[in-house]
């Protein structure tokens, strides 16, 4: 790597207080050219997508997540209102619970619970690790998640809670309504709260689509609030609005700093011109690097804790958007990227030998972030030098010795991490991520997949309520899962009653016994007393 590279290569803008160094990333001289042409349509599918297009043609549906941050772009006076509108009741509801005017019956709220999976956790979860304490003083409202439906899990978070759940402000999220897993969650805090003698309507709050099954509950039974989700903004793409807004907010974090940092990066990246935008730029490496088809993993590395969440956070974002069978033609492609990463100097401690070394299948991205810490003063570890200097030398050192090895890297600066930042962190990744898909010629905008694994989990739950009932009704026998699988007349599902079978003797309460035999497969079980 060269400094004329370097300097050939280097995207700044101090006015945004972010840069990105692609010169690590070995493209011939002439590849930045040669994708002219085909940067032409991602840049007529992103104005025709903004324009409100219907980008998502499964469900007839437009994709507007970059209006949340500048709702007079929004297509139509309906949609500005609704979003401005829901903005100013976030704010309102949020200064009364800040205030004190509403409460619930022991006192002000102190605690946020949010129960919510897939983008209505993970990008409420990234902007909370990212933003929590930055300042001096405690948060205003501590956050706990639930985001499974993993009974210990959802333990482990009421026991930490412990008295202060009395306390606790619950915010459910679901833009459907009926997402099995925030339905658990949500079942299981109002078990919770009733077993502590309290009134969980009294602390709920929705934040769903208009008319769901969720919404339709809480108009039923009360609950202190409702806030909207739009059937055009995918959960992963819903970090600015209700769903990461409210939390954020509830927190203390500064949602209009959040807001005007990925509508600041919007504009840049609405660019047309290659070299002055970033996520394009991005999307041109990926491109690249993975020869348009996913042959190589994106690592993502902050030198950052702060930003520890926000390799989970992307994992959503880009294979979720990226994973597709099929091309916008109709072509089986089977395209992706698919992203890990820690923080550094972890990283060093991990899996940097493989990365440097072992199987070349990858390209990094640092996050480099030039403030240490919020206060002005920081400990000298050793004469003149600092902890946050060896973080950078860290960062440096890694980066040069996967360039030894000609190992692909790219370096996104930042000046300092802050609700500004982190806007643009994410408005910047949402881009690229929508960039690429026009340059590989998918729709980043549905998840067929997804939906798939809920129909199999579906038909799991229903062959669960077969064999408990078959064992209910002849509590005589003992059955072998092969045997059982005959009795309810599904003998090509033994290998699923098997794992049901055992899952069930291992949970007291479900009065399944299992007597261990062999060879393993000639256990047997029955309906216990």
Known sequence: MTWTRFQSLYYTHPKLGLSLDISRMPFPDDFLEKMQPELQQAWTDMAALEAGGIANPDENRM???????????APTDELRSAISTSLEAIKTFVAKVHGGEITCASGKFK???????????????????????????????????????????????????GRRLKKTLVIVISKSGGTA???????EAQAAFSAAGLDYRGHFIAITGQNSK???????????????????????????????????ALQGIKIDQLLAGAAAMDVATRQTTLRENPAALMAVMWYWATAGHGTKDMVVLPYKDRLL??????????????????????NLVQQGIAVYGNKGSTD???????????VDNFFVTFIEVLKDRSSNTSLAVEPGVTSGDFLQGFLLGTREALSDKNRPSMTITL???????IGMLIALYERAVGFYASLIKINAYHQPGVEAGKQAAGKVISLKLAISAAL?????????AESLAQQIGQPNQTELIFKILDHLAANPDRQVSKTQRQPWFASTYRQSC
Not at 181 to 187: A, D, H, K, P, S
Not at 228 to 244: F, I
Not at 415 to 421: G, L
Request: proline content about 5%; charged content about 20%; overall charge negative.
């Open 63 to 73: 994709v507007g997540h970059y209006w949340l941050r500048a709702a007079h772009l």
């Open 111 to 161: 605690e946020v619970l949010v129960i919510g999976i897939g983008g209505s956790a993970l990008g409420p979860q990234f902007i909370s690790h990212a933003l929590g304490r930055l300042k001096a003083g405690p948060d205003k409202l501590a956050l706990s998640f639930f985001d499974n439906t993993d009974p210990d899990g959802m333990d482990y978070v009421l026991k930490q809670l």
């Open 181 to 187: 897993e925030t339905r658990n969650g949500m079942l």
């Open 214 to 248: 969720l919404d339709m509950l809480a108009i039923q039974e009360g609950w202190l609030a409702r806030f909207p989700m739009w059937d055009w903004v995918g959960g992963r793409t819903s970090a600015l609005c209700a769903v990461g807004l409210l939390p954020a």
């Open 309 to 330: 969440l926000f390799a989970r956070y992307l994992q959503q974002l880009v294979m979720e958007s990226l994973g597709k069978e099929r091309d916008l033609a109709g």
């Open 348 to 358: 060093q401690h991990a899996y940097v030998q493989q990365l440097r070394d072992g």
């Open 415 to 421: 000046n300092e991490i802050s609700p500004k930042s």
């Open 472 to 480: 209910a009704a002849s509590p005589e026998v003992s059955f072998t």
